[in-house]
């Protein structure tokens, strides 16, 4: 077998290339190992971030209910468990191999969509048990007690929740942009956008909240007693503000105890003299210093923040305390914030008086009761209104006060002045204040006052309704013109009490002939082109007043006839006008949009 080579005993290296392709298969199984073990992650993470967001969606409804119903203390446990399970996806959510799968193609989009979601969740979720703990430690009882006590330290304790979710809800929001971005499955967007529009309604107010939770106990005399005049108006002699000042109440509170000090009517006001001048040039220019420094006039502006400083100026000329903040209400913001549901009220004479009535006895009844004894109607007004507030107060300014605060502010039948700066900023940032406000900040929005001109109470019966003519151009930055219709019906009967009618009588139309100034404010780049009274163009006097174009005009309003006014405003299409807030009467105007064809 010499010269023939045994291939069985070589021991030689394999070739180069076949040690190659062997480190090659071994790098591919090693890698492949750890694209198992990725996807197997990413995978073990979405599932159980997916069953624990089920979980979440599958207990949202019901946490809701319990929220809505105040159930605040049952509602814990299943908010415990909420926030776990959110907690639960966004820990599942933000691991590595899931972080990392993020940046594949499509997959990403979808991957980056849950795990906004779960973000989002956990930030919202994660404080919740803690602070339904604390709401139903603070509301479940009220926030004022029987001895009309404001729960100071629960108030205090309010504070950092609402600051924390004041400072998560932001981070929740753009958590959620990743679920609303383009390609995103329709299953996922579906789900997370009335999500994320509740937290952009929920956002303004929330913020709103942190701004004035921290001023809360000063104002509620954590610091020092606190005087508070209550100024109780009748919008049956209406003013831009509510209306005429009638009577009057003054609160103190201390350590947030509450009690009442005073009642008076404006009869003790009708020799004080308050300092217009304090207001600045321009209101002095606007509304004059011989007749807005009267009692009578002191809503006359269309800012509360002016009624509020006038009337403190009124009390002390008056010989009284200087309060440190001013409300102004009038019967139908009492009505409003003790509810439908509140239970009648006792006033004397006439009985027991539900809610919805009140407005009617105080503003039209008690004028026929007490026709020819006007002492006795300014006193049952003043007695009534002020029990009507302490009602309000001993309801422990519960969640149905709170609501109808809401709609008395909105309706323009509620406002609040404080003379402290940093409280009264937030008071305005709470969206209380009375102001007109920055027309930049209400895109398309017009705002009218009526004021009586007359001694009369026959404002009570006036109806507003308002006609808006929107441009109808498709060119935005195209000037344009639009029509704002206001139609004035004032039903008064035949009957009334002498007291109500047209102290004047310089109407040929007859005592049940009411005048009223008409006051419009515009934002200053929309122009006025005409304004026109039953079919005939009248003269207008145009000021400004806090950033806004102020145009005014004077109408007569018999009983048996509307009357319409018109007026053709000017500039840009998409800065005209589009709705319209205002007047505060007693019922409440309506506005109409007439659409394009």
Not at 82 to 88: A, G, N, R
Not at 149 to 163: H, K, M, R
Not at 259 to 277: F, M, N, Q, V, W
Not at 499 to 522: C, F, H, K, P
Request: some cysteine; aromatic content about 4%; overall charge negative.
């Amino acid at each position: 077998m010499h010269g023939t080579e045994d291939m069985s005993r070589h021991t030689g290296p394999p070739p180069s290339g076949a040690r190659r392709r062997r480190r090659l298969r071994v790098v591919l199984a090693v890698v492949g190992l750890l694209l198992l073990a990725w996807v197997v992650a990413v995978a073990v993470s979405g599932v159980q971030a997916g069953r624990a967001l089920q979980r979440v969606a599958a207990s949202s409804d019901v946490l809701a209910q319990d929220l809505r119903a105040e159930r605040f203390g049952e509602a814990v446990p299943l908010a415990r468990q909420v926030s776990e399970d959110s907690v639960t996806a966004a820990r599942a959510t933000n691991q590595w191999p899931y972080r990392a799968a993020e940046h594949v193609p499509w997959v990403g989009t979808q991957l980056r969509a849950v795990g906004g979601v779960s973000e989002a969740a956990a930030l919202l979720a994660e404080p919740l048990p803690g602070a339904l703990g604390v709401a139903e430690s603070v509301l479940g009882r009220g926030l004022v007690s029987a001895d009309r006590t404001v729960d100071l330290a629960g108030v205090q304790a309010l504070e950092p929740v609402v600051a924390d979710y004041a400072r998560r809800l932001p981070q929740a929001q753009r958590a959620l942009d990743s679920a609303e971005a383009p390609g995103v499955l329709a299953p996922i967007a579906e789900r997370v956008a009335p999500v994320a529009a509740t937290l952009d309604t929920a956002a303004p107010p929330l913020a709103t909240a942190a701004q004035v939770a921290p001023r809360l106990p000063a104002m509620l005399g954590a610091g020092g007693a606190r005087t508070y005049l209550v100024a109780f108006t009748n919008p049956a002699e209406i003013r831009p503000v509510q209306g005429m000042f009638g009577a009057y109440a003054y609160l103190t509170v201390t350590d947030g105890h509450i009690e009442l000090t005073r009642t008076g009517s404006d009869e003790d006001l009708y020799d004080a003299r308050a300092d217009p001048g304090v207001l600045g040039d321009e209101f002095v220019g606007t509304y004059g210093a011989a007749q807005a420094d009267l009692v009578q006039n002191v809503t006359v502006s269309g800012n509360a923040d002016d009624a509020g400083r006038l009337a403190a100026d009124l009390m002390v000329d008056a010989g009284l305390p200087r309060p440190d903040a001013v409300v102004l209400v009038d019967p139908v913001g009492l009505a409003d914030m003790l509810g439908p549901d509140h239970p009648p009220l006792d006033l004397g004479p006439f009985g027991q008086v539900p809610t919805a009535d009140l407005a009617t006895t105080l503003l039209y009844e008690a004028y026929v009761r007490f026709e020819g004894d006007q002492p006795a109607r300014k006193a049952f007004l003043t007695a009534t209104s002020a029990a009507a507030f302490e009602a309000i107060l001993s309801d422990g300014l519960s969640s149905t006060v709170l609501r109808g605060m809401g709609e008395a502010v909105r309706s323009g039948h509620l406002a609040v002045w404080s003379a402290v700066p940093g409280e009264q900023s937030a008071l305005v940032a709470a969206g209380v204040g009375g102001l007109l406000g920055d027309p930049a900040a209400q895109p398309g929005v017009v705002k009218v006052g009526l004021t009586n001109a007359v001694p009369s109470k026959l404002d009570y019966w006036m109806q507003p309704a308002f006609v808006v003519e929107p441009s109808c151009s498709t060119a935005a930055a195209a000037e344009a013109t639009s029509i704002l219709q206001l139609t004035l019906t004032n039903p008064v009967p035949e009957e009334i009490p002498q007291y109500m009618r047209n102290q004047r009588e310089s109407s040929a139309l007859g005592s049940r002939t009411g005048q009223d100034i008409v006051s419009l404010w515009v934002p200053p780049w929309v122009g006025l082109q005409q304004a026109v009274v039953d079919g005939s163009p009248v003269a207008t006097a145009v000021d400004d007043e806090r950033g806004w174009r102020l145009i005014r005009l004077t109408v007569q309003v018999p009983p048996d006839r509307p009357v319409v006014v018109r007026w053709t405003l000017t500039g840009r299409a998409d800065a005209l006008p589009r709705t319209v807030e205002g007047p505060s009467t007693v019922t409440p105007p309506t506005v109409t949009t007439v659409g394009c064809p």
